[in-house]
C-alpha cells in the first residue's frame, strides 16, 4: 500500500541512460529457400536503425554456411557469423566477444 509519498525521480541524464542501453533485437529464420527474403529485408532498411538483426538460414549440416558473405554485399550494416557467444550492440558498430 502507497503512503502517498512515493516518488518517482527522473533527470535527463537517466532517462538518456535508460534509452542508449534500450536494444531491440529482431530475430529472422528461414530456410534455404529464404535467402533472397533476407536479402530484400536488408536493402531496405537503413543502416541505422537502432536494432540489432539475428537472421539464422536453416542448412544441412554438411554445407558451409556462406550467408554473411552474401549479405554484405547487400547492406552497410556490417554483417558476423557467429560462430561463439557474443555481445549484440546496435547496428553492428560494436561487435565484442564476451570474454
Keep these: ?21 534500450t536494444l531491440a533485437v ?3 529464420g528461414a530456410s534455404a529457400g529464404g535467402l533472397e527474403a533476407f ?3 536488408l536493402e531496405k532498411l537503413s ?4 536494432m540489432a538483426f539475428v537472421l539464422i538460414q536453416h542448412l544441412e549440416p554438411s ?10 554485399r547487400h547492406t552497410n550494416m556490417p554483417v558476423h557469423q557467429v560462430t ?3 555481445k549484440i550492440k546496435k547496428n553492428g558498430k560494436q561487435y565484442n566477444n564476451f570474454n
Design 1 to 21: 500500500m502507497s503512503s502517498g509519498n512515493d516518488q518517482v525521480k527522473y533527470s535527463p541524464n537517466s532517462a538518456k541512460r535508460k534509452t542508449e542501453e
Design 84 to 86: 561463439q557467444e557474443i
Design 39 to 41: 536479402i530484400q529485408l
Design 63 to 72: 554445407h558451409e554456411s556462406r550467408l554473411s558473405e552474401i549479405l554484405t
Design 26 to 28: 529482431v530475430g529472422i
Design 47 to 50: 543502416d541505422d536503425t537502432g
